[in-house]
T-cell receptor, first 114, second 114 residues
């Protein structure tokens, strides 16, 4: 049973560029959440996708956007990259909100903005 | 502001000793409290979780103690091993809503000395 997978593993971008990160949820899960983890900090909630819709957004600007596909996989897009966007981006998958609370994280994508 | 406060920031324990990490939360609507273990360069791994209807939950060497009136919960690692050396995060969420976003503590870096 494959767990949560994310790609790419590492990414280096320049300020002002755009980036797309990808996530495939654990088998049987239909909900994907994205978190940003700065160095030495706990993960911060960006948003959650369920039924191909953004259900809730954390305190992140509109430069951060996402998408969920019919197969439940998801993308995180960040436009106009800033140096402060450098972080580990984590995807977590879970069952439908309200049915189960366990969230399982992928290995993350390390984004470096120079 | 929904917050989860975690302490200590770092912890050094001798092999075979007990590691104790504490967390406190503010929002009484939280009803799911997981602990995650994270190794360098990896995503957080769900370790153990508890709900407010029980005061203690044990899984192997890991125990969560929960004090609803004090709005505090703690992780106890019995017989700590060098392989337990990692960063531990507590988190909290509210089930039954549109999402089950996790609010994380700031993390505790545990070092178990052989």
């Amino acid at each position: 049973d494959a767990g949560v997978t994310q790609s790419p593993t590492h990414l280096i971008k320049t300020r002002g560029q755009q980036v797309t990160l990808r996530c495939s949820p654990k088998s049987g899960h239909d909900t994907v959440s994205w978190y940003q983890q700065a160095l030495g900090q706990g993960p911060q909630f960006i948003f959650q996708y369920y039924e191909e819709e953004e259900r809730q957004r954390g305190n992140f600007p509109d430069r951060f956007s996402g998408h969920q596909f019919p197969n439940y996989s998801s993308e995180l897009n960040v436009n106009a990259l800033l140096l402060g966007d450098s972080a580990l981006y984590l995807c977590a998958s879970s069952f439908t909100p309200g049915l189960a609370d366990e969230q399982y994280f992928g290995p993350g994508t390390r984004l470096t903005v120079t | 502001q929904q917050q989860v406060k975690q302490s200590p920031q770092s912890l050094i324990v001798q092999k075979g000793g007990i590691s104790i990490i504490n967390c406190a939360y503010e929002n009484t609507a939280f009803d799911y409290f997981p602990w995650y273990q994270q190794f360098p360069g990896k995503g957080p791994a769900l370790l153990i979780a508890i709900r407010p209807d029980v005061s203690e939950k044990k899984e192997g060497r890991f125990t969560i103690s929960f004090n609803k009136s004090a709005k505090q919960f703690s992780l106890h690692i019995m017989d700590s091993q060098p392989g337990d050396s990692a960063t531990y995060f507590c988190a909290a969420s509210k089930s039954g809503g549109a999402t089950n976003k996790l609010i994380f503590g700031t993390g505790t870096l545990l070092a178990v000395q052989p």
